[in-house]
């Protein structure tokens, strides 16, 4: 364990205070700091000095990032907490950006929120705020959750949460995973026990002029499929697939998750492949990318124009060696159903399963009456529910059962009435 000097703390007491402080929000927000970081920190800018601010950040900066995906993150925070004389404002502002008239009209940066959420966490800390701030109300905010809170949170749909109810579930759906079981390959490696490698076996008696003395083993390889998500970013679908493409982000990086590669598409009028997006570690940069790249959200509804352009374009790509599909929409389209129908067909047969998710399925008296759903319904080997933590913890449990066919045979049967 390294051994610390005696700590000299700088002139002024106040400052090492907020150090400490912002070294928290930093940690809430997701960079490893601990003790020891705090203390190299405080003893840097007790060296560097306290007189330009650009100084005072990349001191900071060198004893609390350690990983490129942190420096946008840390930008914020110190933005917020040590460039900007109404911080607490502008914090308020990101968190509840329907208010008008205190945040200035701009697009959210990269970690904004994030970075807004870490701070007001601790807001009712002992924070020596600027002078300007010096009459301004404290704000407490009580984050912590009971068990039968989370549980009502889990089950609570999507479009009715408030604003820090889908923060909250937003780092919830970020610890999940979507596990899959690995397939048998017909290659085969050596094993302690399993089949007889007949091969190998009369090789190794060869060395022995022809005395078998030892058998040799093997065992089927295992492999695992891709995932691929098309996810509906229309207007009638924009609540679900923000909150849907932060639980595809926790997917894509989760390490030992099982899947080979995660491939990711979002459509409304056109097809946009975010599947590099979604590979860069920080969430609010990568649904930022991804939203940059994506000029139709919130906007109409074309299935199956896009379904046309993936089976046409990216089909061979990304559906090799026995890919899981997962279907993100409401199936609400204006197209040609006998079009969508192939297309969908086509999809089918292209994947080893194709999972439909629609948040419409949370309605008790839902029913296939749209041209869409009643073209879709037929080529999907499993139909769920998509609106809620609930609902996807369920579809994780279910996605390796071949025989899981949620309420598609039920839906089925309303079709042919």
Partial sequence: MPEYAPLTLPDAPKLAG???????????AGLPIGPGRLIDAIEAVSVAGFTERTDFFWTLHACFVSRPEHRTVFAEVF????????YLEH??????????????????????????EALLDGAGADIDLPEEDAGETQIEIDASLTTSAEEK??????EQMSTAEMAQAKAMLARMSLPIDPTPSRRAR?????????????????????????????????????????????GSMSQYSRVVLHFLHAVSNAKGAGWARVHAFTFGTRLTNITRHLATRDVDAALRAAGAEAQDWQGGTRIGACLEDFNRDWSRRVLGQGAVVLLITDGLDRD???????????????????????PLLRWDEFAPRARGIAAMLPHVDSFRAGHSIASLEELASVISRRDDVGDRDRLMRMLSE
């Fill in 18 to 28: 907020n150090i400490a402080h912002f070294a928290r929000a930093l940690r809430r």
């Fill in 79 to 86: 933005r917020l907490y040590w460039r900007d004389p109404r």
């Fill in 91 to 116: 914090m308020m502002a990101a968190m509840l950006p329907a208010v008008r008239g205190v945040q200035e009209d701009r697009g959210a940066q990269a970690a904004e929120k994030r970075a807004a």
């Fill in 153 to 158: 949170l889990k089950t609570l749909d999507f």
């Fill in 190 to 234: 050596m094993a302690a026990r399993g089949q007889i490698d007949a091969a190998r076996t009369l090789r190794a008696a060869m060395r022995f002029g022809g005395e078998m003395r030892e058998l040799k083993w093997k065992t089927p390889k295992v492999r695992y499929p891709n995932l691929v998500v098309l996810c509906d970013i229309s």
């Fill in 336 to 358: 040609d159903p006998e079009a969508l129908s192939r297309q969908m067909q086509r999809l089918h047969l292209s994947a080893r399963r194709l999972i439909w998710i629609n």
